[in-house]
């Protein structure tokens, strides 16, 4: 199997987990957009996901703070515990999302997750919903590597550990951090645009699609 600009045969598809994989973005912003207005900055929902869906909880900690939220030390541990309680009861699979795993494996295909979030995370939501035994062991977290998204290192570590070459490589991304971090790593990038984000995504990506029945088609699955 190949894609567009590119002759090298695609080996693997890496996949970010949240918007992605789980669809979990506007359950986890709506609960930050509450949070944050508790402590002085309150935006909307979509102000919420335009400032912050693909950062870091470092990152999204310190951009509220420089936008004027009063946030408290321990405030990453506290939210990390509301947004696992809510993960937890509420998550769901972006819908596709596990037919098209099992589909990529049927036809030899490897499949890796690279998220900035945490490896605790990934294991609540992708357990929750019935992924996690589709992508294990290969579930790797930025956090446990130098540097996040935008860089490369969380997509350069997955195509290593699968013994794939990065070019060989398609990353699944939602946002510009992820995406330009599969650019970083010389690896195609498609954007998942399932929250209308296609503009913002295309400069980064082969192209562009809407849903996982698309993104299938796309791969000739």
Excluded at 125 to 132: A, F, Q, R
Excluded at 154 to 161: F, G, S
Excluded at 197 to 221: D, K, W
Aim: proline residues 5%; negative net charge; glycine residues 6%.
């Amino acid at each position: 199997m190949s894609m567009t600009e590119n002759s090298t045969p695609l080996a693997a598809v890496l996949f970010d987990c949240d918007g992605v994989l789980v669809d979990s973005e506007v359950l986890t912003n709506a609960l930050l957009r509450d949070d944050l207005a508790s402590f002085g900055l309150d935006l909307t929902l979509e102000q919420t996901m335009e400032q912050f869906v693909g950062s870091t909880m470092w990152g999204v900690a310190e951009k509220a703070v420089e936008m004027g939220a009063k946030l408290p030390d321990d405030w990453i541990a506290t939210f990390y515990a509301k947004m696992y309680e809510v993960m937890a009861e509420k998550v769901e699979a972006v819908p596709g999302a596990a037919e098209l795993l099992d589909r990529l494996t049927e036809v030899g295909i490897r499949v890796a997750v690279g998220s900035n979030g945490p490896l605790s995370k990934m294991d609540i939501t992708l357990n929750k919903t019935d992924l996690m035994n589709r992508v294990s062991p290969h579930v790797y977290s930025s956090q446990d590597l130098p540097n996040p998204k935008p860089a490369p290192d969380v997509y350069l570590h997955a195509a290593e550990q699968l013994g794939v070459a990065p070019d060989a490589c398609i990353v699944v991304e939602d946002s510009t951090s992820g995406a330009k971090a599969a650019e970083a790593a010389g690896m195609r990038c498609i954007g998942f645009a399932a929250e209308g984000q296609a503009a913002e995504l295309a400069p980064y990506c082969i192209f562009t699609v809407h849903s996982m029945q698309e993104l299938a088609e796309r791969l000739g699955l």
